[in-house]
Nanobody, 117 residues
Framework: QVQLVESGGGLVQAGGSLRLSCAAS????????MGWFRRAPGKEREFVAR????????YYADSVKARFTISRDNAKNTVYLQMNSLKLEDTAVYYC??????????WGQGTQVTVSS
């Protein structure tokens, strides 16, 4: 059974930082593309970042580029999202996802990130 478990969310002031983690189990982690998505209140889910198998290829939404960094540790079956210079509009539930070619097959339950002024 595949499980993706996010952690690291919380309340942070604007301009601050958080690091999200997603621990995966039940799948050959190093063979999966991993990604982060988010859903803000009243909005649809949106793509944030993804990272390919070896970690050498990353891609970001324009809204987070240069502020967020996705990384992975295949030995620990974990993907991370380092979020810096957080803005009010980054407030959302953040979801980890995994897939063979795109991160869209398996999903975590989400972790809440709230940015306050």
């Amino acid at each position: 059974q595949v499980q993706l478990v996010e952690s690291g969310g919380g309340l942070v002031q604007a301009g601050g930082s958080l690091r999200l983690s997603c621990a995966a189990s039940g799948l050959p982690f190093s063979r999966y593309v991993m990604g982060w998505f988010r859903r803000a209140p009243g909005k649809e889910r949106e793509f944030v970042a993804r990272i390919k198998w070896s970690g050498g290829s990353t891609y970001y939404a324009d809204s987070v580029k240069a502020r967020f960094t996705i990384s992975r540790d295949n030995a620990k079956n974990t993907v991370y999202l380092q979020m810096n210079s957080l803005k009010l509009e980054d407030t959302a539930v953040y979801y980890c996802a995994a897939g063979i070619t795109n991160p869209d097959r398996y999903w975590g339950q989400g972790t809440q990130v709230t940015v306050s002024s």
